[in-house]
């Protein structure tokens, strides 16, 4: 039977690597929790640290009890389940010639990539009012006044500005960006990844389809910071099988991941609207 040679660990670990090769919001997140997501249960527990107090001390006096920095958490469920299914020719061909099951895997991680990266931007409607910056007329005139008032809205927020921060936009405010011929390519290549734009006043930009948009066509763009967004996934599991109506072996899968905004004022919301 051809399935008896489907080792479907490996596959799990291509269909990672295709993952990582395609997030944006994803890879601008928060990725510490990803070893919990694999422990029994559907819930993590993500712990934001708190800024650290200091105090006066007094030669020879109690200091008192410590400051508990994470007595603040949220939880991420892992409730967004995703699966595909696809049929093969012949499994056996397949691997032994990986580019065509690769490929099959990358067309899987591509859709999975998606929409991991289109909830994190769906988390918008949870940003406060406070957090959120709103232009009603974004051009190529007004857009450096506009990313200059974010950077400074972040650091009001005491984000540090040696932080690694983030904007990231929709291909039509990229293009404005790059009209006001701003953004900087860096010379690391290891920055140089997909979505990538270039930086400017601070921000590393990354430029992505999967921005949302409202009804009245304002795009709700995030500058943050790489903490702000915990995001957590698992690969349930990946299984060859004989379909019962075809002469054929299929592979199927299960993909679970959540996504929780831990440092609120990390992240500033762009809504924006285009002249």
């Known amino acids: ?38 422990l029994p249960g559907s819930v993590v527990k993500a712990c934001a640290v708190k800024p650290v107090f200091l105090f006066n001390y007094i030669k020879e006096t ?30 056996d061909k397949a691997q032994s010639k990986p580019s065509i ?35 009603n007329d ?6 450096i006044d506009t990313i200059i ?3 400074e809205a972040m650091l009001e927020n005491n984000v540090n500005s040696n932080t690694r921060t983030v904007l990231e936009v929709s ?16 010379n690391n290549d290891e920055v140089l990844h997909n979505g990538y734009v270039g930086s400017c006043i601070g921000f590393d930009i990354y430029v992505t389809n999967n921005v949302a948009t409202d009804s009245s066509g304002y795009y709700k763009c995030y500058a943050r910071t790489t903490r702000a967004i915990a995001f957590a996934e698992q690969i349930k599991s ?32 762009l809504n924006v609207k285009l002249a």
Request: with cysteine.
């Open 1 to 38: 039977m051809s399935l008896t040679n489907f080792i479907g660990t490996v596959w799990s670990e291509t269909l990672l690597e295709s993952l990582e090769k395609e997030y944006v919001g994803v890879k601008n997140s928060n990725r510490d929790f990803d070893a919990d997501a694999k």
């Open 62 to 91: 109690s200091i008192g009890a410590p400051q508990n920095l994470t007595d603040e958490s949220v939880t991420i469920n892992l409730n967004r389940c995703r699966a595909f299914n696809f049929k093969i020719e012949d499994i």
């Open 101 to 135: 099951m690769k490929s099959a895997m990358m067309q899987a991680a591509r859709a999975l990539a998606n929409d991991a990266d289109g909830y994190i931007f769906s988390l918008h409607d949870t940003v406060a009012s406070e957090n959120t910056i709103t232009v």
């Open 138 to 143: 974004l051009s190529a005139d007004n857009i």
């Open 149 to 151: 008032r974010t950077r």
């Open 171 to 186: 291909p039509k405010v990229a293009s404005l960006i790059l009209k006001a011929n701003i953004a900087q390519r860096s």
């Open 238 to 269: 990946i299984i060859a099988y004989r379909p019962e109506d075809s002469f054929s072996d299929a592979v199927k899968g299960l993909y679970v991941y959540g996504a929780s905004i831990i440092y609120p004022k990390e992240l500033t919301l």
